[in-house]
């Protein structure tokens, strides 16, 4: 008997509980009650400051200044392999002027993302893998973009947005599993955030006031064909995406794959221009260790 | 296998298109093959139609301000976007592409989407972006495949700071302050474009005047009108060096000492042909020391049934004069009429103010004539140059040394692109100055410009006569 109720409540663990979680997000989704991070105080100023081209560097490093963790963390990165000059650099204003004011802005933007976003308690290594594929992207963006003549800023920051439709869901999850009694096994809970965190990420971005072609690249990115509405900046963000996993070696893409990808016939790239992008893989993951 | 064509068309921009019409109009079996997946080229994708576009808007917000008397002024934003300027573009753009490509499939021209390598001079192989490879074969070959900004050796041209006129219009915001390389027909438009819309814009060339082939005098007013809208040109000045300095500028700097510091540059200095790729040795062609295809006046190569048109053949590298190559060099391969001689094909600058010609220069026609004269309408002596506020705006005729013939028309002003049509088809008439005099034009229209400057003409052969006498 003993066996038998262990048995059920291992089939309400594993198919009820997921369910009834499952069903709860999807109508959060729908009814767009799910709870969005808010970026308040420094974190907003610094993201408004990151998006701005004509931001005074002495005001962004003066923004950060008032975030201790994130001064820190900017600090580390500028002294990380990839960017480290030949003496250690101290301060914010140095980092700026040796890093280069566009630099800065990427790695504020992605500090923010990083530290606002993707924290979900229980869930830190996944997460740091999802933010380090979503650097990835970012960069192998910003490539495609420069390759392509389009804009190389706009591209890296929808490459970084793309999946951050994910913390958020996996934060939703974590609390109606709490809410329902419905624990969750890791697997079965990141499970549940595949499906709608297009949606979700758009959704954040466009909370936080970021440019609508962004939202609407990272609402499409899973495109796999040509689309009537908007520019081909989801294609991009969906072909670097396929990159960022090929560069991660999570498995999830190989380079025959990737050559059959319906984006780079849509992106019209040749096969040369794809060997020069998959060339910017060491680049990349040099550019993912230093901040990720 | 081998596909067989009469006309095999490499390049689907305004020259592509048009040698196959022509082919296709003449009964030909037609192949046009592009890299691109749209049909159009640069024109129509990242030059003439998207750059016209954001021009529209500059025009209209400089034409505001001047009609209103000055009373009305709309500053462009610093939170404007550049794409917000060109809202109209991919209507504009696909409209375009839509009409080519119906065009050619009701011409019944067979287009394939690939890259094009000869593999003799007659055979053609092309690779698709899937790599998969076709083969044709083709009696007349035309190469139309156009040109891409030159990228110099010494500049790193990132398309985020440091941009060519394929990526200029990529920028989101306007950006404060603009650095343009060179003084052409490209550096020029887009100069006078930033300069309209509330961008600091400085021109930078070794050439003592942009747009060197036009008109010294128009050139002289363009750049009176560029520092009235702002800009500034600096010419006999080479450029040292350029680049992001990391934080917030572009640091460009000049033979004369002089440090420039702008949100982006613009690097406008000529376009390369594109031939990438085509393997022209196994055509039996090569490109000449300016790394263009040489050809003769009917667009001929060296190698008797390939034919080159368009940018890949060096200036004027004009939409129209291209398209029109096209045609002519598929009506000679054909043994068609080839029609009126290209001397009259006219040229238009979209710099703001438009400037336009046909014919000779005046120093052409004074090298061919030995001293001519030379009739002047500024736009303020036309009642609708006062009325629609262009006063800035010249036309100016150039007439054989008796004051009759009409040997060339240069005009620089608002509507010059669309005006300099009517000197165009005098000229084509064979049609002499006094025509214009004789001839009763629209009430206020600029058209009265041509009387005008057609009594200058008059008034100065009349005393010559007198004179004489």
Not at chain 2, 63 to 85: C, D, N, T
């Amino acid at each position: 008997m003993q066996e038998r109720a262990l048995a059920e409540h291992m089939q309400r663990v594993t198919e009820e509980f997921p369910r009834k979680v499952a069903d709860a997000l999807a109508r959060q989704i729908d009814d767009d009650s799910l709870e969005l991070p808010v970026l308040a105080g420094t974190a907003h100023r610094v993201m408004q400051m990151a998006l701005d081209e004509d931001v005074d560097p002495v005001h962004l490093a003066d923004a950060i200044r008032n975030d201790s963790a994130m001064a820190g963390n900017l600090l580390r990165i500028a002294n990380s392999p990839l960017y480290r000059a030949r003496s250690a650099i101290v301060s914010l204003q140095q980092a700026i002027s040796r890093l280069g004011m566009h630099q800065v802005r990427e790695i504020a933007l992605a500090i923010v993302c990083e530290s606002r976003v993707f924290r979900v308690r229980g869930f830190e290594k996944e997460l740091t893998e999802v933010f380090r594929h979503c650097l990835a992207t970012a960069h192998f963006a910003q490539e495609i973009a420069r390759a392509k003549r389009w804009n190389v800023e706009e591209a890296f920051l929808a490459g970084l947005m793309h999946d951050i439709g994910r913390p958020v869901l996996l934060q939703a999850v974590v609390d109606l599993s709490s809410e329902l009694d419905c624990r969750l096994s890791k697997p079965q809970a990141l499970a549940l955030v595949t499906a709608g965190h297009e949606r979700t990420g758009a959704r954040l971005i466009t909370r936080w006031e970021l440019p609508p072609r962004i939202a609407d690249a990272v609402q499409h990115h899973h495109h796999h064909v040509a689309r009537e509405q908007g520019g081909p900046l989801f294609a991009v963000v969906g072909l670097a995406d396929e990159l960022a996993h090929f560069a991660l070696r999570d498995g999830m893409v190989d380079e025959p794959a990737l050559r059959d990808s319906p984006r780079v016939g849509y992106l019209n790239l040749y096969p040369e221009d794809l060997t020069a992008l998959i060339a910017c893989a060491d680049k990349v993951r040099l550019a993912v260790e230093a901040v990720g | 296998m081998i596909d067989e064509y009469d006309v095999i068309v490499l390049g689907a921009g305004p020259s592509g298109q048009k040698a196959a019409i022509q082919g296709a109009k003449a009964g030909r079996r037609v192949l046009v093959i592009d890299r691109d997946s749209q049909v159009g080229g640069a024109c129509v994708h990242r030059g003439t139609i998207p750059s016209k576009t954001l021009r529209e808007t500059a025009v209209a917000l400089v034409g505001f301000k001047r009609r209103s008397g000055g009373v009305f002024e709309i500053p462009p934003s610093e939170e404007l976007q550049v794409a917000s300027l060109m809202t109209r573009l991919e209507e504009v753009v696909s409209g375009n592409e839509e009409y080519i490509g119906r065009q050619l499939a009701r011409n019944g021209v067979t287009v394939w989407h690939g890259r094009a390598t000869f593999l003799s001079p007659t055979e053609i192989d092309v690779l698709n972006v899937r790599g998969e490879r076709w083969h044709a074969r083709g009696s007349v070959i035309v190469i139309a495949t156009g040109s891409q900004p030159r990228s110099p050796v010494d500049i790193v041209i990132d398309h985020e700071h440091i941009l060519d006129s394929d990526s200029i219009l990529s920028m989101t915001y306007l950006p404060r302050s603009l650095a343009v390389l060179g003084a052409g027909v490209i550096a020029s438009e887009y100069a006078s474009m930033f300069a309209a819309l509330g961008v600091q814009v400085v021109m930078v060339d070794k050439a003592d005047r942009p747009i060197g082939f036009v008109d010294p005098e128009l050139s002289t007013r363009f750049v009176e009108a560029f520092g009235k809208l702002g800009g500034r040109f600096v010419g006999r000045v080479g450029v040292t060096g350029a680049q992001w300095d990391g934080v917030g500028s572009v640091v460009t700097l000049l033979s004369n000492g002089e440090v420039l510091r702008t949100d982006k540059a613009l690097i406008a200095l000529g376009r390369v042909a594109n031939v990438d790729g085509l393997d022209l040795v196994a055509a039996g062609l090569a490109l000449d020391a300016r790394g263009l295809l040489a050809v003769d006046e009917h667009g001929r190569t060296r190698v008797p049934h390939i034919y080159a048109v368009g940018d890949v053949i060096g200036p004027p590298s004009l939409a129209s004069s291209s398209a029109e190559q096209g045609r002519r060099a598929v009506c000679h391969a054909l043994g068609l009429p080839v029609g009126m001689p290209a001397e009259f094909t006219p040229i238009g600058v979209y710099t703001v103010p438009e400037i336009a010609a046909v014919g000779l220069t005046e120093a052409q026609a004074r090298e061919k004539f030995g001293s001519v004269l030379v009739g002047r309408a500024r736009f303020d002596e036309v009642a609708r140059g006062r009325i629609s506020a262009i006063e800035d705006g010249l036309l100016k005729l150039v007439a054989d040394p008796k004051g009759e013939r009409l040997l060339g028309v240069h005009v620089i002003g608002e509507g010059a692109s669309e005006l300099v049509h009517i000197g165009q088809m005098a000229m084509m008439g064979g049609l002499g100055i006094d025509t214009f005099i004789e001839t009763i034009f629209n009430f206020p229209t600029l058209a009265e410009a041509y009387r005008v400057a057609a009594f200058d003409v008059v008034k100065q052969r009349e005393q010559i006569k007198k004179s004489a006498a």
